[in-house]
């Protein structure tokens, strides 16, 4: 498995290949103007509300090797536990991964072969772009942003969008996050994280809030710099805070299931 990004390309590829895109934005009424301070509070008092989730839906993956899709169940235990299924059409399991921020494990079902490894950026890989890290990833699957803990250095408004662009900004000058919001209850629309030297990490959109759960997207799509990876969700079930149990989160042994190393 020298390659864990090629591991989901391949397995999305059994099922269908296609290139989904995110519908255009709707136009959004016009609302009153709103304190940097009250857009911060408003976006921190949402966070910290979800605990856990479940979800289901449509899962396409763009890079370089494949454009793909497939379906996908999720379910995610905060700050960094997540079980990924991804079934073909018959709702066969073609793909299992499951990590605790510690350790990954990614099942094949076909093979009947579990593989098991330390939570490297390599082994994580088999479902999260590379440069995400898992608790970012499981808080931009619902929409809880920023993924800075402090406030924003400046708030700026987008003229005639009822939106704001929040920046973080590191001791050193360099941009380190920016979050554009948008309507009476701040919803977030897009992120960019950045890294050593402000150079962008990945990216991030979030559509159609509210259409599957109060205040949390239907869409997702999240695209790496490098390598260059688009992986998009469009949910068609979420369930906020579900009573998962460590069962719920555990991939299961099948009977005779060959246990393989990841390597670190």
Same mark, same amino acid.
């Given at each position: 498995?020298?390659?864990?990004?090629?591991?989901?390309?391949?397995?999305?590829?059994?099922?269908?290949?296609?290139?989904?895109?995110?519908?255009?934005?709707?136009?959004?009424?016009?609302?009153?103007?709103?304190?940097?301070?009250?857009?911060?509070?408003?976006?921190?008092?949402?966070?910290?509300?979800?605990?856990?989730?479940?979800?289901?839906?449509?899962?396409?993956?763009?890079?370089?090797?494949?454009?793909?899709?497939?379906?996908?169940?999720? $379910?995610?235990?905060?700050?960094?536990?997540?079980?990924?299924?991804?079934?073909?059409?018959?709702?066969?399991? #073609? /793909?299992?991964?499951?990590?605790?921020?510690?350790?990954?494990?990614?099942?094949?079902?076909?093979?009947?072969? /579990?593989?098991?490894?330390?939570?490297?950026?390599?082994?994580?890989?088999?479902?999260?772009?590379?440069?995400?890290?898992?608790?970012?990833?499981?808080?931009?699957?619902?929409?809880?942003?920023?993924?800075?803990?402090?406030?924003?250095?400046?708030?700026?408004?987008?003229?005639?969008?009822?939106?704001?662009? /929040?920046?973080?900004?590191?001791?050193?000058?360099?941009?380190?996050?920016?979050?554009?919001?948008?309507?009476?209850?701040?919803?977030?629309? $897009?992120?960019?994280?950045?890294?050593?030297?402000?150079?962008?990490?990945?990216?991030?959109?979030?559509?159609?809030?509210?259409? #599957?759960?109060?205040?949390?997207?239907?869409?997702?799509?999240? #695209?790496?710099?490098?390598?260059?990876?688009?992986?998009?969700?469009?949910?068609?079930?979420?369930?906020?805070?579900?009573?998962?149990?460590?069962?719920?989160?555990?991939?299961?042994?099948?009977?005779?299931?060959?246990?393989?190393?990841?390597?670190?």
């Amino acid at each position: 498995m020298r390659s864990r990004l090629v591991i989901l390309v391949l397995v999305l590829a059994m099922l269908a290949g296609c290139r989904g895109t995110m519908p255009g934005a709707k136009a959004r009424p016009s609302v009153p103007p709103i304190s940097p301070e009250q857009i911060f509070s408003q976006l921190k008092a949402r966070q910290g509300g979800l605990t856990a989730f479940a979800a289901k839906g449509r899962i396409t993956l763009i890079s370089p090797e494949q454009n793909a899709t497939g379906t996908a169940l999720l $379910k995610g235990k905060f700050p960094e536990t997540l079980r990924v299924d991804i079934k073909d059409p018959l709702g066969r399991s #073609v /793909l299992s991964f499951f990590t605790d921020g510690q350790m990954v494990e990614v099942l094949f079902p076909r093979e009947n072969k /579990l593989f098991q490894g330390p939570a490297t950026p390599t082994n994580l890989a088999s479902f999260i772009p590379p440069g995400v890290k898992v608790s970012q990833a499981l808080r931009l699957m619902v929409g809880d942003l920023p993924l800075s803990s402090g406030p924003p250095t400046r708030v700026k408004p987008e003229p005639g969008e009822n939106a704001y662009l /929040l920046e973080w900004v590191g001791k050193d000058g360099t941009l380190e996050e920016r979050l554009w919001v948008a309507g009476a209850d701040v919803q977030p629309q $897009k992120e960019e994280w950045y890294g050593a030297g402000g150079q962008l990490v990945f990216s991030a959109e979030l559509g159609e809030f509210n259409q #599957v759960a109060a205040g949390r997207p239907q869409q997702i799509k999240l #695209v790496t710099v490098n390598p260059k990876v688009d992986l998009r969700l469009t949910y068609r079930e979420f369930t906020p805070n579900p009573a998962l149990t460590p069962a719920d989160l555990a991939i299961p042994r099948p009977p005779g299931v060959m246990v393989q190393p990841l390597k670190p």
